[in-house]
């Protein structure tokens, strides 16, 4: 990776599970990194040259791969040293000189952390670069204003102002496993750039090299997805100490801060050139290390030790009925990770099933994890006449993933993700047709309510099922009887958006989950009193109703009679509506 200034600012290349979603979901840090022991200061295992001592014109060379893992290296001039009144403090102007830069176009993107020596000694690495330029011309962040990545280690949890960085774009994540569309989402979602490599990783994903054996020069990567779809960037490795410490990069990756992402060793494929400027095409080769600071002079971590990832597995079975399985991990980050999945789960999807458009899934989600070994699954149905990957991603599984990663309750940690998909391209629709009631001028407190839902397959014959509802003894006067698909008009959680209620436990906040209609089922209900008020009404309800949470309301008028719900195998459309009076006790007719 390898960031360009640019002087001219940055440059960077329903139905209402929404509603209860919206309420539920409030956003509180968890405590996701792993105990990793990191050094609370660096000191490189080879000589520095410092900074003091450097002068404009003296001579010196590059180290960094253009080619699979093998280390070269290009002379390179000191043209200036260059003050900074942010992070970094000071950046050295260098010019590359030589054959190996003539033929591959000037310093390339992925040259970050590149080291930088003169006399055998370290005086730090490129970090920075322009657009469009003579890429011959680059910046070096010197290794004292890199080693500054350590000292937010010592004073962890002590953070300062706003820190004001270089106006520069970040250099593209290199993206493999996905559809082009899920790596432009992921792009946008990171307002950068987005590689996506022609070819799969290996069979069973990037492998872990536990004793690996790193030296300044080689090219690194940092990973915020990887198995079966990967997510990452390519740098270089500048500095390491004699405990395994390291730094790389000479800038930051996303400026995160405290983080625990995977440090790879990378495979550079070539370095491709380019007019607006070269970079180099790499892939992760194996995961060797943890990088623990992401900070604006450069990223630090321990080669040898690893993070943990958050499990994410995929079981898709399309309209042929051929059923494939993917595996990855993404960062145990909750909120980094709920801008990676979107991306790479789209991408996937899109990918397994070789379309993007209109069809019809049948998806279960299955959220568990450490403190959570039952965990909670949820099942629906959608279509689309556009994008139904797009939906089902958008809609279910990244409404449901933030829900419970980002639960106010308890920490869910190491988390996994399941998903099963059903795909195919038919248009798996039933549609509410009709709503009859055969004895609604006879309604009456405390008895039955026949009801007759006529469905109808998309282009099939109709079908009739016959249903009673209870009549409340306390329910009098205006009623109304509703057949709806689920989701549409779906109770809203009024009492929370009131002030009446808060959820208060765990279990409350899984009940409200689980009580969220699913768009295959055929809702049947009679709505009465106080839901079904009107403005110039004088009678005088109760307001207990209007403290119920959504499940509690849902259990209680399944248990009084008053709804039924029924599942189909379809995508249910449509809501009917049928107006009735109760009979007062003593008449025997309907007002």
């Not at 350590?150 to 962890?156: E, H, L, S």
């Not at 405990?243 to 996303?254: D, W």
């Not at 008028?557 to 003593?586: A, K, Q």
Request: with cysteine; charged share 25%.
């Amino acid at each position: 990776m390898y960031q360009f200034i640019s002087f001219k600012g940055i440059s960077i290349k329903m139905k209402n599970f929404f509603t209860i979603a919206a309420v539920l979901v409030i956003a509180f840090i968890l405590s996701f990194f792993a105990d990793i022991a990191c050094a609370d200061s660096f000191t490189p295992n080879i000589d520095v040259f410092p900074l003091s001592d450097l002068r404009p014109g003296m001579q010196g060379e590059v180290f960094t791969v253009v080619k699979g893992l093998e280390r070269v290296s290009f002379p390179a001039e000191v043209i200036s040293i260059i003050p900074s009144p942010s992070e970094p403090k000071r950046l050295i102007l260098i010019r590359a000189r030589g054959p190996l830069v003539e033929k591959i176009g000037g310093i390339a993107a992925g040259m970050s952390g590149s080291p930088f020596f003169i006399d055998g000694r370290l005086v730090g690495a490129i970090g920075y670069g322009w657009d469009f330029s003579d890429h011959n011309l680059g910046l070096v962040t010197p290794i004292e204003e890199m080693s500054k990545a350590w000292d937010w280690q010592a004073k962890k949890g002590i953070e300062g102002g706003k820190v004001k960085f270089h106006e520069s774009k970040n250099a593209p994540l290199i993206v493999s496993g996905i559809s082009s569309r899920g790596a432009e989402k992921i792009s946008r979602d990171f307002k950068g750039e987005v590689e996506v490599l022609p070819f799969d990783l290996p069979v069973g994903g990037i492998a872990v090299d536990y004793d690996a054996k790193l030296q300044p020069g080689d090219s690194v990567g940092v990973l915020l997805a990887w198995g079966d779809v990967s997510v990452g960037s390519t740098g270089t490795l500048t500095a390491v100490d004699v405990e395994g410490n390291f730094l790389a990069y000479a800038h930051p990756f996303l400026n995160r801060g405290d983080v625990s992402f995977p440090l790879t060793r990378s495979w550079v494929h070539e370095v491709i050139p380019s007019i607006k400027s070269p970079f180099k095409l790499g892939s992760p080769v194996s995961i060797v290390g943890v990088v623990r600071q992401d900070r604006p002079q450069a990223i630090a971590g321990k080669i040898g030790h690893f993070p943990k990832g958050v499990e994410v597995s995929v079981k898709f079975t399309d309209d042929s009925g051929t059923t494939a399985f993917k595996r990855f991990q993404v960062v145990n980050d909750p909120f980094l990770m709920n801008q990676v999945l979107p991306g790479a789960l789209l991408g996937l999807f899109d990918d397994l099933w070789g379309r993007a458009g209109e069809g019809t899934g049948f998806v279960t989600v299955k959220i568990e994890g450490k403190g959570f070994v039952e965990g909670i699954s949820r099942k629906n149905v959608y279509f689309s006449d556009s994008d139904l990957i797009g939906q089902i991603v958008s809609r279910e599984i990244m409404t449901l993933v933030p829900l419970l990663s980002l639960n106010r309750f308890k920490e869910i940690d190491p988390l996994g993700i399941h998903v099963e998909l059903q795909v195919t391209k038919q248009p798996k629709v039933v549609y509410i047709e009709k709503l009859e009631v055969p004895n609604k001028d006879n309604v009456k407190k405390g008895k039955n309510l026949d009801i007759e839902v006529t469905l109808r397959n998309f282009r099939g014959d109709p079908e009739v099922k016959k249903l009673s509802l209870k009549v409340p003894d306390n329910a009098s006067g205006l009623c109304e009887v509703v057949a709806r698909g689920g989701g549409i008009a779906e109770p809203s959680q009024v009492s929370l958006m009131s002030g009446w209620r808060a959820i208060s436990s765990f279990e409350e906040f899984l009940n409200e989950i689980e009580a969220a209609e699913s768009n295959n089922q055929v809702i049947v209900e009679l709505l009465y009193g106080p839901l079904l008020r009107e403005e110039d009404e004088d009678e005088d309800f109760s307001l207990d109703e209007e403290y119920e949470l959504v499940s509690e309301m849902k259990k209680r008028r399944m248990e009084e009679g008053t709804l039924r719900i029924f599942e189909t195998d379809h995508y249910v459309e449509g809501l009917l509506r049928r107006c009735l009076t109760i009979i007062d006790e003593g008449s025997n007719k309907s007002r």
